[in-house]
């Protein structure tokens, strides 16, 4: 269920006031930018990510309040698709290579494990190494394979999954894990990524924020007009 905007959600209070909320409170009063906003349409946001540990991180964002992908209405997931596709051509063009999404989902606000903000966002990095199969021998996990975005809802209702990692590999195939049974630390994806670009990387977004890489890919877009 969503409401168009919730109080309290660091997103939503982004979206509804560029003065009041975590963006603007640990980065963008200090650097002296009111919006990090690349792209949004009635639907979609595109924003850089607090903890860009590389440059072109992006995240999709929902306008409206859903707690995930999984819990979007179903009119969304064709736009939601078009606009990540788009992303990829935008990214290709500009770093030269592919891209790996990724999202911490949650079904319930009272069952967030991994997942660290309660409003839907698709984690997008630039990346160019098929790593799919060795994260999953390295940490030895089930998953389940999907064919497009809205598979999330009937997966989710058969196996009766309160949270789940989605991720999207750089050949564009996507695999979900059922994080409510398997328990993953906060910001997982986020750990393994960060490590297979640099080990000197810090991936925790509360601490590391990164806003050169923001700044710079705010810079990115608006000079080469990503989303003109």
Known sequence: MSDLQVNGC??????RDETANLFHDVIGNKVGIKSRILFQDENWIVIPAIG?????????ISRAHFLSIAELKNKLYSSFEQLLSKIGIILNKQFGGSYIAFEHGTIT????????VDHMH???????????QDIVQKYNFAYSEIAVFSDIKSYVKTNNVKSYLLFQ???QRRYVIDSSKNIFPSQFFRQVISK????????????YFYEDN??????????NHWFE
Do not use: Q
């Open 10 to 15: 660091t997103l939503c209070d982004e979206i």
């Open 196 to 207: 297979e670009i640099n080990t000197e990387l810090k991936w925790d977004w509360r601490h």
């Open 169 to 171: 590999n750089v050949d």
């Open 214 to 223: 923001i700044l710079k890919t705010i810079e990115m877009s608006r000079n």
């Open 52 to 60: 860009a540990f590389t440059l072109g991180y992006l995240l999709i």
């Open 122 to 132: 698709l984690h997008i990095i630039p990346f160019a190494k098929n790593c799919w």
């Open 109 to 116: 606000p009272e069952y967030r494990l991994s997942c660290c």
